[in-house]
């Protein structure tokens, strides 16, 4: 059955997911802030600053009017910047059909209140709207789904309906859905993975090895999981697609943003010049900020995102960071 999908932000993910869509037969509407880059898309059928060398589908419509992007939709994905999330959707609240369900694909944690994303919604949607919510992540990176390579994700919601009917919209022959209840630790596990990431990045850049970089992942996991737990996530979730299948992906795959930005940072370069020459956003440099002080915060151990945070933050020479972890008292491998 066909859905009509507002697709709410025209990066690399919003974009790969609206064709992704349009693909599979939806009415779809992609919406960009940029009015100059809706009309290049809609002339090219191509989004050349985000997802260069992509053919759309000829289904796929565009705008930069969020009304329009909402008339009679029936489901809603976001896919915008954790750090506008509140923005855009409080700018969209007035234009969301009241029985549409609404899908997050941000990955973050808000900078100002310390909140996961699925807590920006609570506050923003209606309680009727917030019934029908969901969070899609997991390891993708949008140009192989946008080449229809294999790829497997997680639809989480507190609704069994809604979930299902998520993955029944989004499953294709090449792109998998699974379904989850556990909300909190799949979009917890979509952004802790990208500080992680920062990390191994920033190992690689140094000339530091596969050793080096499995500690990484591997502690970087155990990381997550704890200040999952802390927030009431489930721990099976941390070694699911959300979990260690996004972290393994993110902190050893090239197309990853974040691991680049470490990469670079271990070669010696500045965070502003580096950022500087970024078009797409990487989430994992300012999420980096939110989850040191959201583990503050609840106090939970997490060396790792405390290093990264200071080589960031803190001008702390990036091979001095990762001694410094070397360094630390010895402990059991579950503490």
């Known amino acids: 059955m066909s859905e009509k999908i507002a697709v ?24 960009a802030y940029e009015a100059e880059l809706v009309a290049k898309m809609r002339q090219d059928r191509e989004n050349d600053l985000y997802l260069p060398g992509i053919r759309l589908c000829e289904r796929l419509r ?47 944690i808000e900078l100002d209140t310390l909140k996961v994303v699925s807590d920006v919604y609570r506050e923003i949607l209606p309680e009727q709207l917030y019934a029908r919510f969901a969070v899609l992540s997991g390891p993708s990176f949008a140009r192989e ?41 799949v979009e917890l596990g979509g952004a802790i993975k990208n500080v992680i990431a920062i990390a191994a990045g920033i190992s690689d850049g140094l000339g530091f090895g596969y050793n080096t970089r499995a500690a990484l992942i591997t502690r970087g996991l155990a990381e997550m999981t704890r200040l999952g737990l802390a927030l009431g996530a489930q721990h099976a979730t941390f070694a699911g697609l959300a979990g260690m299948g996004d972290l393994v992906l993110t902190c050893t795959g090239d ?81």
């Open 8 to 31: 709410i932000g025209a990066g690399s993910w919003g974009t790969t997911l609206a064709d992704l869509l349009a693909k599979k037969g939806h009415e779809v509407t992609l919406w």
């Open 62 to 108: 565009y705008t930069s009017d969020l009304e329009h992007a909402y008339a009679g939709c029936g489901m809603v994905l976001c896919v915008v910047p954790s750090q506008l999330v509140r923005t855009v959707m409080g700018k969209s609240l007035p234009f969301i059909p009241d029985d549409a369900i609404v899908v997050s694909a941000s990955k973050g």
């Open 145 to 185: 789904v946008a080449q229809e390579m294999p790829t497997a994700v997680t639809a989480a919601s507190a609704s069994e309906e809604v979930a299902h009917r998520v993955q029944h919209v989004f499953n294709t022959g090449f792109f998998r859905v699974y379904r989850n209840d556990d909300v909190v630790g």
């Open 255 to 335: 197309l990853s943003r974040n691991r680049s930005v470490g990469y670079q940072l271990g070669q010696g370069r500045r965070l502003a010049e580096i950022l500087g020459e970024m078009r797409m956003v990487a989430e994992g440099v300012k999420t980096t900020e939110s989850a040191f002080n959201l583990a503050a915060k609840l106090g939970v151990e997490m060396p790792i995102t405390e290093m990264t945070y200071r080589v960031l933050y803190q001008d702390k020479p990036a091979r001095e960071a990762v001694l410094e972890l070397m360094a630390r008292n010895p402990k059991a491998e579950k503490a």
